[in-house]
T-cell receptor
Framework: DAKTTQPPSMDCAEGRAANLPCNHS???????VYWYRQIHSQGPQYIIH?????ETNEMASLIITEDRKSSTLILPHATLRDTAVYYC??????????WGAGTKLIIKP | DAGVIQSPRHEVTEMGQEVTLRCKPI?????LFWYRQTMMRGLELLIY????????DSGMPEDRFSAKMPNASFSTLKIQPSEPRDSAVYFC???????????FGSGTRLTVV
């Protein structure tokens, strides 16, 4: 059962903001949204997570809609090194992450 | 901190052979996870441990797969006997028991021929 829906691929120009959307319309009230990315041939890397409020850290910002049915990951100034597959994940149980197919983000010079 | 360390980085073995994958979690991380990644199925949780005790092994595909964590700094995932369909990248990850994300290792790329 897919808990999240993401576009399969996106392009973004280097230096611009990359906005990655995610739909999670069946999310429950206590389920967190997590974002990870996976650069080619590496292990997934944690980016950010949130429950209801918008969150920001040194890597990205996470905007969650008020009804919590969708969210957007924002990379404010994309670089070529941000080219990766980005996963939007709903945490079902405390340690059960449901991984989807992700969005392949390509940053172009 | 060296992060989560996995070995070997690559493993090629013949069908029927035993394969052992190794993982050293980050010191102080009480949770350890084993994942498998394939093109067809994506990332799948195989098993996870808390304080060296297996908590959920419902993702282990068959009895051919077994995992152990003899102490807080070492875990193994064993496949015996191995089959070509076991070919995948196997990741180990750890977490200190907080809501923050897991730290993944670099993975072991297993090829069974």
């Amino acid at each position: 059962d897919a808990k999240t829906t993401q576009p399969p691929s996106m392009d973004c120009a280097e230096g611009r903001a990359a906005n990655l959307p995610c739909n999670h319309s069946t999310i429950s009230g206590n389920e967190y949204v997590y974002w990870y990315r996976q650069i080619h041939s590496q292990g997934p890397q944690y980016i950010i997570h949130g429950l209801k409020n918008n969150e920001t850290n040194e890597m990205a910002s996470l905007i969650i809609t008020e009804d919590r049915k969708s969210s957007t990951l924002i990379l404010p100034h994309a670089t070529l090194r941000d080219t990766a597959v980005y996963y939007c994940i709903v945490r079902v149980d405390y340690y059960q992450l449901i991984w989807g197919a992700g969005t392949k983000l390509i940053i172009k010079p | 901190d060296a992060g989560v360390i996995q070995s070997p980085r690559h493993e090629v073995t013949e069908m029927g052979q035993e394969v052992t994958l190794r993982c050293k979690p980050i010191s102080g991380h009480d949770y350890l996870f084993w994942y498998r990644q394939t093109m067809m199925r994506g990332l799948e949780l195989l098993i996870y441990f808390n304080n060296n005790v297996p908590i959920d092994d419902s993702g282990m595909p068959e009895d051919r797969f077994s995992a152990k964590m003899p102490n807080a700094s070492f875990s193994t995932l064993k496949i015996q006997p191995s089959e070509p369909r076991d070919s995948a990248v196997y990741f180990c990850a750890s977490n200190p028991g907080t809501d923050y994300g897991y730290t993944f290792g670099s993975g072991t790329r297993l090829t069974v021929v």
